[in-house]
């Protein structure tokens, strides 16, 4: 497919965006919305707005997710396969441009989880339970940044050593 124009893109299982390849969202009313596992070597680009919901996102090595700045769900886990764990936002050596947009974890159907990324700018914990934790791998050094506000709706987040901080500059 060349391009598609003007309309919602809805996948009912997984998505691969392919070395290469582009996906992306004509305007802001224009949605990609995929029910499992989204991988990403070319580019996703929801960058023209919008809000999106994902299974699970994986950003390969020489992957690009260009967010919204709107919001990005993520409402399951990845399926572990290649020999990952089951991590709902993974980042394998891509690249996140977060467009000073929101990332949402859970929306309530995910548990336990792991995410690995450096930075993102807002960012929502909606876990299943009060007592579910997103543990939290940093893609690079020891530090996790919040260019905006960390909000904790429900679940916990802690990271992967007790070595690692967290930087937030907004609010928590």
């Not at 960058?47 to 919901?53: E, F, K, L, Y």
């Not at 950003?59 to 700045?69: F, L």
């Not at 939290?136 to 919040?146: A, D, E, L, Q």
Request: net charge negative.
């Amino acid at each position: 497919i060349k391009q598609i124009r003007d309309c919602d893109i809805t996948v009912a299982n997984d998505l691969t965006v392919g070395t290469g390849a582009t996906l992306s969202n004509e305007g802001d009313v224009n949605t990609i919305t995929v029910t499992a596992d989204v991988d990403v070597t070319g580019t996703l680009n929801t960058s023209a707005g919008g809000d999106h919901s994902f299974g699970s996102l994986t950003i390969n090595s020489g992957g690009t997710y260009n967010a919204t700045s709107g919001t990005t769900t993520i409402v399951s886990e990845g399926d572990g396969s290649g020999g990952t764990q089951h991590y709902a936002w993974y980042n394998d050596a891509g690249t996140f441009i977060h467009n000073n947009g929101k990332v949402v974890i859970g929306t309530g159907s995910i548990g336990d989880t792991l995410v690995e990324e450096s930075a993102f700018y807002d960012f929502d914990i909606h876990t299943s339970s009060a007592g579910a934790d997103i543990v939290w791998h940093s893609k690079t050094g020891n530090t996790v940044t919040f260019y905006g506000n960390l909000d904790m709706t429900q679940g916990r987040i802690r990271p992967n050593t007790p070595t690692d901080a967290f930087t937030i500059h907004g609010n928590l």
